[in-house]
């Protein structure tokens, strides 16, 4: 089956210091890739759609200018959280769409578990 | 809009139990429905789906059957095992939206021996 990865599994961080988190689909090309938050015990929370070779879209309440997301290929996004506060501690997930079958299934990555201190 | 409203949790059962998580939808359009694992510290995985009503998803030993005339999509498994001690998430997925799922808010199954 597709396979999603992320890079890194863990990252402490310095406040104020900036962090990039890897997303890659390894045996499907995704053109359209999305980048979630998960706080203990909670759902997912969309942050924001991530397309290939545009800008990414983002989920209302999320700052574009803090939470870059680029996706400069179609088996690479990256989520780079910059200034970060301790508040923005929490785990990433990423997901990719493959678009093949018609049923709009994801592919979730493993997540990143992010500790800013 | 669209959203997915799942059985509140925690659920504990015992091993061998009989297992059911509800999970009802409401979407503008005809949607994909999903169930998702997470096992701790781990993101998520698929473990069954449905395209269409009737459909019925199946997957180690867990079911669930797309209920258009009752917007549902239960999920069920007859005996259960301590290793099937996670979170469960429901999900629906349009073709519009750009393919974006909604998750239900998730509920954490527990089976003790």
């Known amino acids: 089956g597709a396979v999603v990865s992320q890079h890194p599994s863990r990252v402490i961080c310095k406040s104020g210091t900036s962090v990039k988190i890897e997303c890659r689909s390894l045996?499907?090309?995704?053109?359209?890739m999305f980048w979630y938050r998960q706080f203990p015990k909670q759902s997912l929370m969309l942050m924001a759609t991530s397309n290939e070779g545009s800008k990414a879209t983002y989920e209302q309440g999320v700052e574009k200018d803090k939470f870059l997301i680029n996706h400069a290929s179609l088996t690479l996004s990256t989520l780079t959280v910059t200034s970060a506060h301790p508040e923005d501690s929490s785990f990433y997930i990423c997901?990719?769409?493959?678009?093949?079958?018609?049923?709009?299934?994801?592919?979730f990555g493993p997540g990143t578990r992010l500790t800013v201190t | 809009g669209d959203s997915v409203t799942q059985m509140e949790g925690p659920v504990t059962l015992s091993e061998e139990a009989f297992l059911t998580i509800n999970c009802t939808y409401t979407a503008t359009g005809y949607p994909s429905l999903f169930w998702y694992v997470q096992y701790p510290g781990e993101g998520l995985q698929l473990l069954l789906k449905a395209t269409k009503a009737d459909d019925k998803g199946s997957n180690k030993g867990f079911e669930a059957t797309y209920r258009k005339e009752t917007t549902s999509f239960h999920l069920e498994k007859g005996s259960v095992q301590v290793s099937d001690s996670a979170v469960y998430f429901c999900a629906l997925s349009l073709g519009t939206n750009a393919g974006k799922s909604t998750f239900g808010d998730g509920t954490t199954l527990t089976v003790k021996p």
């Open positions: 045996d499907f090309q995704a053109t359209t």
């Open positions: 997901s990719a769409r493959d678009l093949t079958g018609g049923s709009y299934e994801q592919y």
